[in-house]
């Protein structure tokens, strides 16, 4: 491992250059040329650049971030805005948490802090839905402060250059002190961004660049020839399976039955067709038992069809149950949204899966 000191001087200085030339333009982002000119970060756009890219791709975000800083072009504008919109133009980022908490981060930011984001890692960890990396995140690009942003990519990066052996996560507070050591005392945020980029766009985890790296003659791991086998991850667990039903009816007016799922919980808070318990199989591969109760009584019937979806911790396998229910159908549970103003667009993914197997089947039974 190269002297300390020595790293801390050149490694920095390599990254900034670096990135003053490739820097990724992003919508979010204040590029370096742009920083040196006056131009500061809104706190707002990093913030909910932020929330979004958690467990999410820049490329998937993109979108999503234009269209709510379209709708909701200031902090103030979110907190204000109606849950059940926002919540469907999150729909398809998945994580809905996030969502939640979104709404929540907005409204106490405006309460408390009059609209106006704090700029310390501390204040920053005390609003909903904002953990160390995020903070750090805020804190470091919006502002300036000395934050270290630690994420997949930095991890990777430090990794590599100080040949870590240690597996995730074990090796992460190892990490972290290493990329602390690096963090110069200036330019905080573009050097953050600096780290990330190289990790996403040569420093990657198949197959690295080290090529065209800027701190190549730095990198130990390139000396020792095992670049691409670093970060060492622990063995993982395999995903359980948990398996259900899902029942899609519509109502002779053409409306359609849905339900708000529970606040709390998984895809909590979301608009989606109502379901039986997921419970967790042994043999992930096991027909489903087309035995099951609907929610109401009609003429259901089985597609035989799957919806197949893989959410953080476990597969989920749900058979698709339909209906073409008369116009005095009256469930108990869930309510009937009127064709007009059903969006399947603003469903989670599991449930347009679902609509999109239960639907020609749906417009078999109508038509008879």
């Known amino acids: 491992m190269r002297d300390t000191e020595e790293m801390q001087e050149v490694v920095p200085e390599a990254l900034l250059a670096w990135y003053d030339t490739h820097a990724r333009e992003m919508p979010w982002r204040v590029g370096p040329m742009a920083r040196r000119s006056g131009h500061r970060p809104n706190p707002y756009h990093v913030w909910l650049s932020e929330i979004m890219l958690q467990q999410t791709t820049v490329a998937a975000v993109r979108d999503y971030f234009t269209k709510f800083v379209h709708h909701w072009p200031a902090v103030t504008d979110l907190a204000a805005a109606d849950d059940a919109d926002v919540m469907a133009a999150w729909a398809g980022l998945g994580y809905y948490a996030r969502a939640r908490n979104l709404l929540k981060c907005?409204?106490?930011?405006?309460?408390?802090?009059?609209?106006?984001?704090?700029?310390?890692?501390?204040?920053?960890?005390?609003?909903?839905?904002?953990?160390?990396?995020?903070?750090?995140?805020?804190?470091?690009?919006?502002?300036?402060?000395?934050?270290?942003?630690?994420?997949?990519?930095?991890?990777?990066?430090?990794?590599?250059?100080?040949?870590?052996?240690?597996?995730?996560?074990?090796?992460?507070?190892?990490?972290?002190?290493?990329?602390?050591?690096?963090?110069?005392?200036?330019?905080?945020?573009?050097?953050?961004?600096?780290?990330?980029?190289?990790?996403?766009?040569?420093?990657?985890?198949?197959?690295?660049?080290?090529g065209i790296c800027p701190i190549i003659r730095h990198c130990a791991a390139r000396r020792a020839g095992n670049a691409a086998d670093l970060p060492r991850k622990e063995i993982k667990?395999?995903?359980?399976?948990?398996?259900?039903?899902?029942?899609?009816?519509?109502?002779?007016?053409g409306a359609v039955l849905i339900e708000k799922r529970p606040e709390r919980g998984l895809l909590g808070g979301m608009l989606g067709f109502l379901c039986s318990p997921w419970l967790e199989v042994e043999d992930a591969t096991a027909p489903i038992d087309g035995a099951i109760e609907p929610p109401l009584a009609g003429g259901w019937r089985d597609t035989g069809a799957e919806v197949r979806h893989t959410f953080t911790h476990f597969h989920l396998r749900l058979r698709v149950h339909v209906a073409y229910l008369p116009q005095d159908a009256a469930p108990t549970r869930g309510a009937f949204c009127p064709r007009a103003e059903f969006r399947v667009a603003s469903m989670p993914t599991v449930m347009r899966k679902a609509y999109d197997l239960a639907h020609p089947h749906l417009r078999d039974i109508s038509s008879q």
């Open 237 to 253: 667990k395999p995903k359980p399976t948990r398996v259900g039903h899902i029942f899609v009816a519509v109502r002779a007016d």
């Open 106 to 210: 907005a409204r106490v930011v405006v309460d408390q802090h009059g609209g106006r984001f704090p700029d310390t890692e501390d204040a920053l960890l005390a609003l909903p839905g904002i953990g160390p990396y995020t903070a750090a995140a805020i804190a470091a690009i919006a502002f300036d402060r000395h934050a270290v942003v630690m994420d997949g990519n930095v991890e990777r990066v430090m990794a590599r250059l100080f040949a870590v052996d240690t597996p995730l996560p074990r090796a992460k507070p190892e990490l972290k002190s290493l990329a602390q050591a690096l963090t110069p005392n200036a330019r905080e945020g573009d050097y953050a961004q600096a780290v990330m980029d190289l990790g996403a766009t040569i420093c990657t985890p198949r197959s690295p660049a080290c």
